[in-house]
């Protein structure tokens, strides 16, 4: 059973360029969270979502970031017109959502905005 | 709310030294605790959670933890650690009651395992 996969691994973009980032949730697992890891903080959660539906976006900054989880294929957290302070790393973790289910985490994407 | 405070950002201890992580949490409602061992340019990996029941949780790798309500604590603890152990290792909650809730994250502590 392959895990939680994310990619790319790394990306690298310019100030004002998108940037897009992928996962694939376990096989079976119907709820996604992504996770938000600054230099030198824990993780910290943005956005929850089960197919089709966005459940608590608490976690996400009002402007440039959305995230979808769309009936078929992955989910995908996109940044808008990005900035230096982007820079992280994002990781995705999905569950199957029932009981106290646990949240397995993918190898993240490490964003470096230049 | 919950949060998670990790009173120590960095411990150094020597090879086949017992080592304690210490974590507290606070919350007005029951939580669900957990440990995860982050190893540097990889993704967290479940070391034990603690749900119900027993107090003290066996998790992978000879780590235990004990939770401890009126201490709002959850210590993760190893006897005799390992240059292997070398990582970031964080303490989460979250909040049963509430559906399947996001976790809440400590900042982290650095483990460094010294031979």
């Known amino acids: 059973n392959a895990g939680v996969m ?6 690298v973009r310019r ?13 079976g697992h119907s709820h996604v ?27 996400m900054p009002k402007e440039r970031f959305s995230a979808e989880f ?4 992955p989910s995908i957290l996109r940044i808008q017109q990005v900035v230096r302070g982007d820079s992280a790393a994002y990781f995705c973790a999905s569950s199957t959502g029932t009981g106290a289910s646990e949240q397995y985490f993918g190898p993240g994407t490490r964003l470096t905005v230049t | 709310a919950q ?16 080592v304690e992580l210490r974590c507290n949490y606070s919350s007005s409602v029951s939580v669900y605790l957990f440990w995860y061992v982050q190893y540097p340019n990889q993704g967290l990996q479940l070391l034990l959670k603690y749900l ?5 949780v066996k998790g992978i790798n000879g780590f235990e933890a004990e939770f ?4 709002t604590s959850f210590h993760l603890r190893k006897p005799s650690v390992h240059i ?18 996001p976790l809440v994250f400590g900042k982290g502590t650095r483990l460094s395992v010294i031979a």
Request: aromatic share 8%; glycine share 6%.
């Open chain 1, 6 to 11: 994310q990619n790319p691994r790394h990306l």
């Open chain 1, 15 to 27: 100030r004002g360029q998108e940037a897009r980032l992928r996962c694939s949730p376990m096989k």
């Open chain 1, 33 to 59: 969270y992504w996770y938000r890891q600054l230099p030198e903080e824990g993780l910290k959660f943005m956005v929850y979502l089960q197919k089709e539906n966005i459940i608590d976006e608490s976690g």
């Open chain 1, 70 to 73: 769309p009936k078929e294929g």
């Open chain 2, 3 to 18: 949060s998670v405070t990790q009173l120590d950002s960095q411990v150094p201890v020597f090879e086949e030294a017992p």
């Open chain 2, 52 to 56: 119900s029941g027993s107090t003290l």
């Open chain 2, 68 to 71: 401890n309500k009126s201490q």
């Open chain 2, 84 to 101: 292997s152990d070398t990582a970031e290792y964080f303490c989460a909650v979250s909040a049963p009651n509430s559906g399947n809730t």
